[in-house]
T-cell receptor, first 114, second 113 residues
Framework: SAVISQKPSRDICQRGTSLTIQCQVD?????MFWYRQQPGQSLTLIAT?????????ESGFVIDKFPISRPNLTFSTLTVSNMSPEDSSIYLC???????????FGPGTRLTVT | GNSVTQMEGPVTLSEEAFLTINCTYT??????LFWYVQYPGEGLQLLLK?????DKGSNKGFEATYRKETTSFHLEKGSVQVSDSAVYFC????????????FGSGTRLQVQP
């Protein structure tokens, strides 16, 4: 399995501001994913981030709102831009084990927008 | 597109009771199937998986069998403990195209002593 860390673990932000979430993995992985889990809900995929290419966004998520960087095989960032209270969620990154097709999740970033 | 349907929760059981959480899926081809568990205040953990029809995944006393004929992957445990109280998510990964997971809505399990 992979060990994944995320920073920050939680934050309270004012509407209209932006927050960048970092995801660090202890091994090189091809595919990284960003999900959102709204309170009491399931996980929804925001985008897939492969190193060396543009992130692929799911329907309902756009690059201007959720820009993603993937500068190398162990690191990615997700920015939540121009935040509103509706962006209050847990944001999780995950990685796929290339050999076993298993996906592992970071501990999440709990974001509250006031 | 792919989808996963789980039974509604919460499921409340007494300790040592038998657990079944139903999960059915819709997907083309031959997806891989997973159960994840989220303990209170913790992150999402992979519990078990099955990658082809008739495979049985197992871990920590939990089992699930990949049934292609009924498109199901029900989670079972013979004797639950209070420490099993958590939210359980069924998920699938397609075998082509999109490789991210598609999750079910989650089922909260509460085990009472």
């Amino acid at each position: 399995s992979a060990v994944i860390s995320q920073k920050p673990s939680r934050d309270i932000c004012q509407r209209g501001t932006s927050l960048t979430i970092q995801c660090q993995v202890d091994s090189q992985v091809t595919m990284m994913f960003w999900y959102r889990q709204q309170p009491g809900q399931s996980l929804t995929l925001i985008a897939t981030a492969n190193q060396g290419s543009e992130a692929t966004y799911e329907s309902g998520f756009v690059i201007d709102k959720f820009p993603i960087s993937r500068p190398n095989l162990t690191f990615s960032t997700l920015t939540v831009s121009n935040m509103s209270p509706e962006d209050s969620s847990i944001y999780l990154c995950s990685v796929e084990n290339d050999e076993a097709y298993e996906q592992y999740f970071g501990p999440g970033t709990r974001l509250t927008v006031t | 597109g792919n989808s996963v349907t789980q039974m509604e929760g919460p499921v409340t059981l007494s300790e040592e009771a038998f657990l079944t959480i139903n999960c059915t899926y819709t997907a083309t081809g031959y997806p891989s199937l997973f159960w994840y568990v989220q303990y209170p205040g913790e992150g999402l953990q992979l519990l078990l998986k099955a990658t082809k029809a008739d495979d049985k995944g197992s871990n920590k006393g939990f089992e699930a069998t990949y049934r292609k004929e009924t498109t199901s992957f029900h989670l079972e445990k013979g004797s639950v403990q209070v420490s099993d109280s958590a939210v359980y998510f069924c998920a699938l990964r397609g075998d082509t195209g999109r490789r991210a997971l598609t999750f079910g809505s989650g089922t909260r399990l509460q085990v009472q002593p």
